[in-house]
């Protein structure tokens, strides 16, 4: 969460990489908008290859490609979010252009100087790319050989020595590669990571390579070497490019913006397979009470149904108790998921849940710390202010279309929130406000996964017109199971469900019983589900 | 004639800065931190303030023999050399506050600063934390100089990962004997004593976990601990969102010369939970809170579990207790009241303690507060001008023994802020005032909790990297 207060730059800055975060996530803050995320990453791994060509060389018309290496190297760590962040390649950026400006410097003593001077306030501001921004420097001075070297490059190593010595004083309570990496290149910063390192050392052969090779004009030979390396390039996307998150993180923004229809033709559209996905889908399907007549056509389990206590996961559970009614469960995820986030930033998504939860809950004043800091951020500010006067006046809560809803389903008897048992905390939520249509439709999905007829009965009586899958359920149990459950046994079936079920169990019956067999026809019925899950 | 002509430039150039046209307003100023008529320690720093709703604001500060005029639009700034020299030279200040609200300026009653010469230990050492249930993020025990803004870092948890740094704890406020918990991997007690930094593993055969809550002997040769299984109970309801309660918990002794740990049957008895543990000014009485164990079915016992306080003897020289243990504040149990944090005073006059009205991890009970307890008398009565309708919990006494800083909800219900408050010899507290900040916005904007506030009579030099270099110790059960 990126605050435009200057006791969060003055923080933010004055630290070992601080600059660097600092502006790092001043830009991280417009991925809100995706095109424009997608559209500034592009343009700084552009600027990446620019300034790697210029530190290298100040030949024009080069084709060979190898500029755009250390971009392709970026580009790859960058599909990883949950590791590597932009802030690296902000400083990286930052680096080379010291570099650059040293390169320019003609004066034998100002070039010493800056060497001197800058790699300290390099590491300062923008942390370890100081390092290959040293590395550049003495490559720059033993390329250029006209140039007398020696003093500029006793400069700079006695400016790493500097740095080297005052960076514990600077920063105490840093050590290690917290210390060495200083700004948030990497979302774990008290871990080691040799990957920067051979992206750094990478960017220095680059430009060394293109200084000793041959210029490489338009010929076949440069050609075939830039298609080297951007097929190499989209190799290694492809390889590490991991689309399925994508789609986890966009099931989870579309159902955190209330768009269930969407949620579920996208479903519809391609079918989920990873569990948190469907965890949102169902979570549509309640909402729109579709579950029981579809919720079987999409791949369940009890853990599609389950509160999340770890990683992605959290956001999920966090949105699906929010949209329950349970709102101190919800405001507990969310908190958990922010401080679990290895960076320790705040998010402003996740600031805007807890001041949602807590005006739901009357807890008024936390409620406006947190409006009062989302106030000071880009995206969230407009939001912020028209909910602030709710602070002041709890009645425009109770009197919200969505959040006065949540708040009458406050409970009102205090019982422990076991999410180890979900069924007791819908089941008590459902007595005590059985208007709640969504934690009614949620716990039926829940009865439904677990296999548990006899509680889906006695809460949910089959009332006409019966959900195509719970008639699924009811001839099921009519055919196979009428002793165990009696009072199942006048419910009224289609006719096509009965006919479907004596198809189904003559293929049992004449041994056609596994998934594969019995998938095309039944894949998306409760009898599949019951079967084979 | 020139001394009167300069008092009379010294006022002329002071106002200039006030605001010429204003109208007056009943009532004192609506202003954030609440510092109206307080009394404050001749070494605090400045008090800067800022209008409630956030207008422009001006004070005007006047003493017997000074007066000056804040800096700072938005916020009342005052400047650190002349606010020195104010308190060094007067007994109280009188400020009259300005805000400027729709276009026009208002001035407010005058309210009062009592500037007390009672002695405040220059340093206070807290932890900053995001008051959470079970992840943590950011982390650390941070000192601050009472006397500037200068806040600096002890150690944080940017050390190691997923490591929590909690119970820093000294011995008689002394910079150089100090403790804490590193939690996580490679964790342990982290104890300074006599110049040498040791790494303590402190969970034996004996014990239900490792040392958690921790109290110097003020000789620094023992170091009183809890032990404590301890869970955590989420509510479901607006009104309650945590409770955290122990399902097991003894009283042990750690004695640093000998790396032993004392395990008393008393203070160990499995079927009453001991916690708590604070040894008297004298070091000859062992303080702790206890109640009976029971198994925690639902939420409606847990609403009964009420701690009593009581004191045992404690020879420091054997390093042992001398029961029988004998109950304190008996009337608590009659009150509905539960208590928690007994931390008497350096003078020995006085034992603070919060109460609430169950259980011991009053952090998260709205109706938490503090009582002082009169050990010369036995009298025991609330601590009305520290409390408010949120949460007052942990507590810690000056070495002059006529300070208190304490941590309390008042501000939003949820996070943890600071107050400090003067009490005069006969036990009465004056109004608490907030911990100052350089910026009086800073507080609102931060998402985290300060807790565990300990006065500490000077700088403390501490490395964390020091850390890796400590002596490590696995403590030696021992049993009398």
């Given at each position: 969460m990126f605050l435009f207060t200057s006791d969060y730059a003055a923080e933010t800055c004055l630290q070992p990489g601080g600059t660097a975060n600092y502006i790092g996530r001043f830009i991280i803050q417009f991925f809100h908008i995706p095109w424009l995320g997608a559209l500034i990453i592009a343009f700084l791994l552009l600027l990446l290859q620019v300034l790697v060509r210029k530190v290298a060389t100040e030949r024009t018309g080069e084709f060979s490609g190898l500029s755009y290496i250390p971009s392709f190297f970026y580009l790859c760590l960058l599909t990883d979010l949950t590791r590597f962040t932009l802030i690296g390649l902000v400083s990286l950026l930052v680096a080379l252009l010291a570099v650059l400006a040293y390169k320019h410097i003609y004066s034998n003593g100002l070039r010493a100087l800056w060497g001197l001077t800058s790699l300290p306030v390099l590491w300062f501001a923008m942390g370890g790319t100081a390092v290959p921004a040293a590395l550049l420097m003495i490559v720059t001075e033993l390329i250029h050989k006209e140039r007398p070297r020696i003093l500029p490059v006793l400069a700079i190593v006695a400016g790493c020595l500097i740095t080297a010595f005052a960076a514990p004083h600077i920063a105490p309570s840093l050590s290690g590669p917290a210390l060495f990496y200083g700004a948030n290149y990497l979302r774990f910063i008290e871990q080691w990571n040799l990957v920067l390192p051979i992206l750094w050392i990478t960017t220095v052969l680059v430009v060394v390579c293109l200084n000793i090779m041959p210029p490489v004009r338009k010929t076949g030979y440069a050609l075939l070497l830039s298609i080297f390396v951007f097929l190499t390039g989209y190799f290694s996307l492809w390889r590490i490019h991991d689309p399925g998150r994508e789609s986890v993180l966009r099931c989870y923004f579309t159902i955190h913006k209330g768009q269930w229809n969407k949620v579920i033709a996208r479903a519809r559209k391609k079918m989920p397979s990873d569990v948190l996905t469907i965890n949102g889908l169902n979570l549509a399907l309640a909402a729109t009470g579709q579950a029981g007549d579809c919720m079987f056509a999409f791949p369940q389990s009890p853990q599609t149904l389950s509160v999340f206590n770890a990683g992605e996961g959290l956001l999920f559970s966090a949105e699906t108790l929010f949209n329950l009614g349970f709102i101190n469960e919800a405001q507990r995820l969310s908190h958990e998921y922010m401080e679990s986030l290895p960076d320790r930033q705040l998010s402003a998504l996740l600031i805007a849940q807890m001041a949602e939860t807590n005006l739901i809950a009357k807890r008024t004043a936390v409620a406006q710390k947190y409006l009062r800091l989302l106030e000071k951020t880009l995206f969230y500010k407009k939001a912020a202010r028209q909910l602030m006067p709710s602070t002041r006046e709890p009645q425009l809560v109770s009197d919200h279309p969505f959040y006065g809803t949540l708040q009458k389903y406050q409970p009102a008897g205090n019982f422990s929130s076991d999410f180890t048992n979900l069924d007791n905390m819908l089941a008590r939520m459902i007595t005590e406000h059985p208007d709640n249509i969504m934690a009614v439709n949620y716990f039926f999905m829940y009865l439904m996964v677990h296999k548990n007829p006899e509680a889906l009965y006695n809460l949910f009586p089959p009332v006409q017109p019966v959900p195509r899958h719970y008639q699924e359920l009811i001839a099921w149990v009519q055919a196979m199971q009428p002793h165990v459950y009696?009072?199942?046994?006048?419910v009224p079936i289609d006719a096509s469900v009965k006919t479907k079920l004596n198809r189904l169990l003559a293929q049992i019956k004449q041994g056609n019983d596994s998934p594969r067999s019995l998938g095309p026809e039944y894949a998306e019925t409760y009898w599949f589900y019951l079967l084979f899950m | 004639m020139r001394v009167l002509l300069f008092n009379f430039l010294l006022v002329f150039l002071c106002s200039c800065n006030l605001p010429g046209r204003v109208s007056e307003s009943n009532g004192y100023p609506p202003v954030i931190p609440d510092y109206i008529n307080i009394t404050i320690p001749h070494t605090i720093a400045p008090l800067h303030f800022m209008a409630k709703d956030g207008s422009p604001v001006k004070a005007l500060i006047t003493g017997k023999q000074s007066r000056l005029v804040s800096k700072g639009r938005y916020t009342v700034k005052i400047p650190a050399k002349k606010w020195k020299k104010m308190l060094a030279a007067e007994d109280s200040l009188t400020v009259q506050v300005y805000i400027k609200n729709n276009g026009a300026w208002h001035v407010y009653k005058a309210f009062s600063w009592i500037i007390s010469r009672d002695p405040l230990d220059p340093y206070l050492c807290y932890r900053r934390v995001a008051p959470g249930y079970e992840s943590f993020g950011s982390m650390g025990i941070y000192q601050r100089n009472l006397a500037s803004f200068r806040e600096t870092a002890i150690i944080e948890n940017t050390l190691i990962t997923n490591s929590c740094v909690n119970c820093h704890s000294f011995a008689a406020a002394d910079p150089e004997r100090f403790q804490f918990h590193l939690r996580g991997p490679g964790g342990g007690t982290l104890v300074r004593s006599e110049g040498e930094l040791t790494h303590i593993d402190t969970k034996t055969p004996g014990t239900v976990s490792a040392c958690v809550y921790p109290y110097w002997h003020p000789s620094g040769s023992h170091i009183a601990y809890s032990v404590n299984n301890i869970l955590q109970w989420f509510h479901n309801v607006p009104e309650k969102v945590i409770d955290v309660f122990d399902t097991r918990s003894d009283v042990v002794i750690y004695e640093l010369k000998t790396q032993r740990l004392y395990i008393d049957p008393v203070l160990c008895d499995s079927t009453v939970l001991e916690t708590f543990p604070a040894f008297s000014a004298d070091g000859q009485t062992l303080f702790y809170t206890a109640a009976p164990a029971r198994k925690i079915p639902d939420v409606f016992m847990l609403d009964s579990i009420r701690y009593g306080l009581f004191g045992i003897s404690f020879d420091p020289i054997t390093g042992t207790v001398i029961p029988p243990a004998e109950r304190l504040f008996p009337e608590s149990d009659t009150a509905g009241l539960s208590v928690s944090f007994p931390r008497p005073s350096p003078d020995g006059r006085y034992l603070m303690f919060t109460s609430s009205s169950y259980g011991n991890f009053t952090i998260w009970h709205d109706d938490a507060d503090l009582w002082l307890l009169?050990?010369?008398?036995?009298k025991t009565k609330p601590a009305e001008a520290l409390n408010s309708a949120h949460t007052e919990s942990y507590h810690s006494r000056s070495s002059s023994s006529r300070w208190v800083v304490f941590s309390s909800r008042r501000d939003d219900g949820r996070y943890t802020r600071l107050y400090l408050a003067h009490m005069d010899e006969g036990g009465t507290f004056d109004k608490p005032f907030a911990l100052p900040q350089k910026d009086p916005r800073s507080d609102l904007y931060l998402i985290q909790s300060y807790n565990i506030p300990e006065f500490v009579k000077g700088k403390i030099s501490f490395y964390p990297r020091d850390m890796f270099r400590a002596k490590h110790i696995k403590a030696q059960e021992w049993k009398h």
């Open positions: 009696p009072r199942y046994k006048d | 009169d050990l010369s008398t036995g």
